[in-house]
């Protein structure tokens, strides 16, 4: 049995360990593949078994790899797998469901709460001698923001977009959801409403939706028109849910006071991107999914995932098989 793991880094840059996976076959790792068909097919060869987390694994990707009998997403995103296309072939495509949701839920927040409050900033300019030169006991170079009392709406309101909301909720903001299927937990924490009412009633609008036909480029023009002036808008779930030109016009403009994002819609970033040199927009590298517990729990999904596969009752299974 031969294991592929494409682009193994990001998962383990050294601080875990792949023995959990080697006890089951051949196991060839590598850090990097770029993410082009042919050196994918290459990496691939005559595996079994592949993991991915970013490469693309495609129509021609399945068809030039015959002995490709499993495919598991090293994310709980797996719309990297033409996983219809493998279904059709008999692949079965697994994911790692709600590895993330505590440290994706936290990083939510600590996006927010850096731009209420520009806490590095000020750190910085303490380190710079400014407060010790300072004519007054304490200074501050941006308007701070207190959230309690305030609207939070969040656009899918899954395992991440509660834990979000609870956070939100624990500090004295009103939650409203839309984008899910209701649910009595998630009842507890929010007011379910239409994304229209989401969008006129919320200071603060929150992503945590999966990347859909349906939810790309759902903050648009449009749809910010619809907000109230001066929203903050924070994103660690998918790019693609934003038209980036429509959020850094209206950043500029001030008709979105500030975004925090933690995702673009091309990865990594493209240094044309226009939010790089919008007003107000926090951006940081994809990194809400990566503190070493949330890895951890990838990689003992993985081998939950391989295991039950060469059982022959293959779990976490995202395209029917």
């Known amino acids: 049995m031969k294991i592929v793991v494409l682009d193994g880094f990001t998962e383990n840059p050294g601080d875990l360990s792949w023995s959990v996976l080697e006890k089951y076959g051949e196991l060839k790792v590598y850090d990097r593949t770029p993410y082009n068909d042919e050196d994918i097919i290459r990496n691939i060869g005559d595996a079994d078994i592949v993991f991915t987390n970013k490469c693309p694994i495609t129509r021609k990707t399945i068809d030039e790899c015959p002995n490709l009998k499993f495919i598991s997403v090293l994310a709980t995103g797996y719309n990297i797998v033409d996983y219809a296309y493998a279904a059709e072939k008999g692949i079965p495509v697994s994911n790692i469901p709600a590895y993330g949701t505590a440290s994706v839920g936290q990083f939510a927040i600590a996006l927010l709460l850096e731009i209420c409050h520009h806490v590095q900033h000020h750190s910085d300019e303490v380190r710079k001698g400014r407060w010790s030169s300072s ?17 939070m709406g969040i656009i899918g309101f899954g395992r991440i977009g509660r834990t979000t909301g ?3 909720k624990a500090m004295g903001m009103e939650v409203l959801a839309a984008g899910s299927r209701p649910v009595p937990e998630g009842r507890e924490i929010a007011r379910y409403v239409d994304l229209d009412e989401l969008l006129s009633k919320s200071d603060v609008i929150a992503l945590h939706c999966p990347l859909f036909t349906e939810t790309r480029g759902i903050i648009n023009k449009d749809t910010i028109s619809k907000m109230k002036d001066g929203v903050i808008i924070i994103n660690n779930s998918r790019g ?7 959020l850094a016009d209206a950043l500029n403009s001030g008709k979105v006071y500030a975004a925090g ?10 240094k044309d991107n226009p939010l790089l040199k919008a007003k107000n927009c926090l951006i940081t590298p994809h990194i809400s999914w990566a503190p070493k517990g949330a890895r951890m729990r990838i990689m003992e999904c993985s081998e939950t995932n391989l295991k039950a596969f060469l059982e022959g009752a293959p779990v976490n299974v995202v395209n029917g098989l």
């Open 261 to 270: 994002l933690d995702v673009v819609s091309e990865e990594p970033v493209r």
């Open 166 to 168: 609870c956070i939100a």
């Open 240 to 246: 693609q849910l934003i038209v980036e030109q429509d």
């Open 135 to 151: 004519p007054d006991w304490c200074f501050w170079d941006y308007p701070l923001i207190e959230l309690a009392g305030k609207t």
